[in-house]
């Protein structure tokens, strides 16, 4: 079977497809470049990579011409999928639970592009067979979002197999409370003792709090991306960086400003003052989260090293959630922004998503809720009504 296998090339990490020969399977690897040449996440290429090996491995079971496919075959690909990799159109006596719809979507949607990109690279016809194409004047065409080597002309492509995700369900958050049983077993001050504990991480949990700032997007973060409040508000600058050698990539490339508080500022600052302590040459390009007791001092902090913190603090506190990850900060935050009355355009530019219509999805929950609460108030409604007559 056809296996995705992982490649490092000095300091950097990618991945190709091999074929049950162990070769590199050609077409999957022009598209695979095509995808680093136009700086797609490696996340991206990861999946993508995993899910054209299912599909190769599909095609090499049932001795199919990839250049030669169809919608039929397509179907039993998602079947296969939905089947975890088995026949389906065998019986299995044990079988296994179903591969969750967003696994299979993945999947699906890596082995589509892969032939709208040979359709044009190499003419490759069958993804004329994948799609239909919706007129453009038509509304749905209008609501639709194009994607990417669509057609050239007016209307829009629509997938012949469709989309079907499980229901989702809200994104999970952390209570104030559990947010500072996090922060104070990072570290805590003490009257007349001072910080005890891992300032650093204090620091780090506080940031995720205020700023909904992802794990990648912190870590990142130099010093000269901190502006302290000198007569100002303070604020960070969220810089289009990746490190492949952490494996950490800014979601989108897109910079943005992010104002923070006083207290996190002051925060910051007394952070300073145990780098220069630690001994540490603080530099305009150093990154602000770095070793400090464990690996190489000074060198940048990596994720493994949050997460195996994360692992000890579970085991010291088992009655917080245990499936939590640094991210819940994150939908935490945006939580308690839309629940405050903020305007969703100004949570959506907080949290760098790339649409409104990610902000209003993820947490319709929480804008619903925020709506009802308002129509509950009808009476006053009315009142203003009269007053404008």
Known sequence: ????????????????????????????????????????????????AYGLAQWWSMLEDRGLDWRRVGVDDLASFVRRLRNRGSDPTVVALRPEKAA?????????????????H??????????????????????EAHRRYASFLGHLGGGQDRRVIGRRRDPKAPPPFLTPKQVAVIKDDAGRFESGA??????????????LEETGLRLAEALLLRHRDWQPGTGTTAFLEVQPL??????????NQRYRRIYLSDELDDLYGEYLFLLVEQGLDVQDDLPVF??????????????????????GFKKRHPLLPGAWTPHWFRHSHATALLLAGVPEHVVQRRLG???????????AHVTEDAAMRAAADWKSLVARWGAAA
């Open 1 to 48: 079977m056809a296996v995705r296998q992982r490649v490092v090339i000095g300091e950097e990490a990618t991945y190709v497809v091999l074929d049950r020969q162990w070769r590199v399977v050609e077409p999957v690897e022009v598209y695979l470049e095509y995808l680093r040449q136009e700086k797609y996440s490696p996340n991206t290429v990861r999946l993508y």
């Open 118 to 139: 040979h359709a044009i690279v190499t003419g490759v016809p069958a993804a004329r067979q994948f799609y239909e194409h919706v007129k453009g004047g038509s509304m």
């Open 100 to 116: 969750a719809s967003s696994t299979v979507d993945v999947s699906l949607t890596s082995v589509l592009s892969f032939y709208r």
């Open 290 to 311: 770095v070793n400090l007791y464990r690996g190489e001092f000074g060198r940048p902090l990596r994720p493994e090293t949050v997460y195996d913190w994360i692992d």
């Open 353 to 363: 998503h790339s649409d409104i219509h990610t902000l209003l999805t993820t947490y």
């Open 194 to 207: 001072g910080w005890r504990g891992d300032l650093r991480l204090r620091l780090f949990w506080t940031l």
């Open 242 to 251: 990746e490190d492949r050698r952490r494996r950490l990539r800014v979601k």
